[in-house]
């Protein structure tokens, strides 16, 4: 087909004034000029404006054709690029011909027609939604902070492992699974004890998604030293919040011969150089996400970037929520899990800062965490933000045998099924530790978007799962 | 803890000869000297060699520790880097500290000790198998690839979209798919009809693990004009082959305003630019595989990389399997599909050449192709590469409403679950195209490793989902 310049060249590419240039997109707006001629907002989502293209009445097709145009029609718009005479940007296309490739059925009842709409209404029409500014803008953060993230860790000599997402294993002993199976479900094999005999399906045994990679991904780590994963994890949760999705993407570096505080520093170093990249990168995009989603964002992306995460011991953090003034709804004791109030407080008013909180209590932990020497904490620790609280949590991981089994039958998690993991300890064990971040989490505090619904393109919650 | 230097730096970084460094990694191997020294190769997964350290039995653990080290052993080795006396590396570590992290459990039993084993031991013990040359190399040459075709997309102005795993589509009609439920297996909800009530599940309908994610894609396409998807993808086939996972990823790229030619355009630029980034940043680890998987691999990777890709119509193809010599084993005819052995005769004997098939018989492809003007064939292509057969697979999208239409009513595809599809043909439709790259096969072929199983961390195949 005939080569196109992208908007977003077209923007950036000031050699081309004067030239004749062709564009290719998707109508946003039409102005009809009473000096008889129509000004077209063509948007091809290679940034976040669209070119403005000028249709003269003179067009062949401006009365039987350009006149009709209405949101999201395809076009094709041909002509000379100048400098727009115009405010509001800085060029624009004097139009040659205007080619029309697809119209709107029914501008009346298209589900992303021009009109103000709920996010609740274009959460219906997930297919159609990526036509807004919105969720135009919320694409290409994601993209960008995707690639962000690859390549910190590559320039970090971090090696992409992918695990798997079928497992037999429930890394967390979390019972919240999704069972996948091609059982027939109307003729179920049993045993002779009348339980469902899953030798009988695909992989011969009892088999879910994986609610984390974490500790497929270790056994990568004990021979590449530095790893990471980053894919899809699954949580059968019946959540029904802003916070939480059936199906969301998680980032899990590995890292050997590191401890609890070396881990914290690459927790920091990656928030801050990807929220830096982002940035550089994606400056259209997030003015607007500063201006019509979260007011004073840049400021505090930019206060992420410029200053320290500051670190905390979790005994000191319960000390200082027990002796402020504020009444929370939830217990302050040592030895109780922090509630999503007290992380707020913590980062939003105490610090005024991130917070990296460490050593935690070990009964409120998972078994893999490594025991610190008063016997009564793990070296574990959770990346608190302003605005959002958790959104790292990580910990470096008990590589001592007879500490990890110890650990293993206090938390009752199944020992036989974990001889894979146990044989990290047995061959060549090393310190190492590692964090999880929620990739989707981390989208939204970047871009100020309060749903989380709304920075996956099809989000999955329990009910849901169309398109 | 104490920093160290990767194996990959000590290699690359003349200034540090002469300077105190430390490395953490594990023992490959020990040789022990005459003169009462002993040689010991560290690796730390960095870059394929280990880097060798020279320990004398002046070490105060030397006698205690250092001669009972075996493979794999966890060590920190602090000392100066020296330029090498011996043959087969450039610098060295004359040791002054040899720490011991972790040892080996009776390195008799080891699964993976330094002797030789089989490929199918290796799966046995996927967990252990990345400590060895050959899965090592593996791993970083996936890192690499999988980074460049982010980069290759990135730079190209496409951007990734994450497209749902969980989904209730059947994209291709495909029937060979993965139930996802949550549904107590003993106690199954049943409508009137003796039928599952899948609305009493977790998304209350009946759910799969997605076989493609480019009908989702292109919703995305119809406004962001260049994306791709890069994840995992699932097939419940009970194929038991070289060829086949049940679980693989996938790349799909899909680009507006662009037909068959630019999609064969895209393809062949795709391969040629990731191969040319891997040839020039895994130079150890292929000059590795060029040595023992397969003799003339990187005679085969320039080959593709300078040569142009040929362009066959199926109708052509044909005849020229018709007339050939050859004798195949299943039948050639105009309408028929192409067997591997047809595939590879054409790349490999005939045109010695990756070939690019194209315009394939609408009856044996899929609904959503598009028709074209001669009412019998489809805008299909194929990828066919010498040694492997097809690698690539796509098409032009039907971007006529109408047309579509009579092809899901031929095809029998459900329409009604496709009214989102559809949406997109009544809503500025356009021109499009996109196509499917298997990743763990173009590794493969990047590798010459002949087992899709040995390309993936935990493969999953039929009876095996362990780890």
Same sequence: chains 1, 2.
Wanted: charged share 25%; hydrophobic share 35%; aromatic share 10%.
């Amino acid at each position: 087909m005939t080569q196109a310049h992208t908007a977003k060249a077209l923007f950036t590419t000031p050699s081309l004034i004067g030239q004749k240039v062709t564009v290719k997109g998707w109508l946003r707006s039409r102005r009809d000029s009473k000096a008889g001629l129509s000004f077209l907002a063509i948007h091809d989502g290679s940034c976040f404006d669209p070119i403005q293209a000028i249709a003269e009445s003179t067009l062949t097709n401006y009365q039987s054709e350009i006149l009709s145009l209405t949101k999201d029609c395809a076009l094709e718009v041909t002509g000379t690029l100048v400098a727009s005479q115009g405010q509001g940007q800085s060029v624009e296309i004097q139009a040659d011909e205007v080619i029309i490739h697809g119209w709107i059925d029914n501008p009346e009842t298209y589900p992303v027609s021009p009109k103000r709409h709920t996010m609740e209404h274009l959460r219906e029409h997930a297919h159609l939604r990526v036509r807004t500014n919105l969720i135009g803008a919320v694409s290409r953060m994601r993209h960008t902070l995707a690639n962000a993230i690859h390549n910190f860790f590559n320039d970090e000599g971090f090696f992409w492992v992918n695990t798997p997402i079928l497992t037999s294993n429930d890394c967390e002993g979390a019972g919240e699974l999704f069972r996948v199976s091609t059982l027939d479900q109307l003729n179920l094999p049993k045993d002779d004890q009348g339980k469902i005999d899953y030798t009988q399906d695909f992989f011969g045994r009892e088999t879910f998604l994986t609610v984390s990679g974490q500790l497929n991904v270790e056994t990568y780590c004990m021979a590449l030293s530095k790893v990471y994963t980053f894919g899809p994890t699954f949580r059968a949760e019946n959540s029904n919040t802003s916070r939480h999705l059936a199906e969301f993407w998680m980032v899990e570096p590995e890292f050997a011969f590191a401890n609890l505080n070396d881990d914290a520093d690459l927790a920091e170093k990656l928030l801050k150089s990807v929220i830096k990249t982002i940035m550089q990168e994606r400056q259209d995009d997030l003015k607007f996400f500063d201006q019509f989603m979260e007011k004073g964002l840049l400021d505090k992306l930019n206060s992420v970037v410029n200053n320290d995460f500051i670190r905390v011991e979790y005994t000191d953090a319960i000390e200082i929520l027990k002796t402020c003034d504020k009444a929370f709804d939830y217990p302050v004791e040592w030895g109780l899990d922090l509630q999503s109030e007290h992380e707020r407080f913590l980062c939003e008013e105490h610090f005024k800062s991130p917070v990296v909180l460490m050593n935690y209590p070990k009964d409120i932990k998972a078994f893999y965490m490594r025991l610190n020497d008063d016997n009564k904490t793990v070296a574990a620790m959770d990346v608190l933000v302003p605005g959002i609280g958790e959104i790292i949590g990580g910990s470096q991981r008990e590589e001592r045998l007879e500490i990890l089994d110890q650990r293993i039958a206090e938390t009752g998690v199944d020992a036989e099924g974990l001889y894979w993991y146990r044989d990290l300890r047995r061959y060549g064990t090393v310190p190492h530790c590692g964090f999880g971040l929620g990739f989707e989490r981390l989208l939204g505090y970047i871009t100020g978007v309060p749903n989380i619904r709304d920075v996956i393109p099809f989000p999955r919650t329990p009910g849901n799962a169309k398109f």
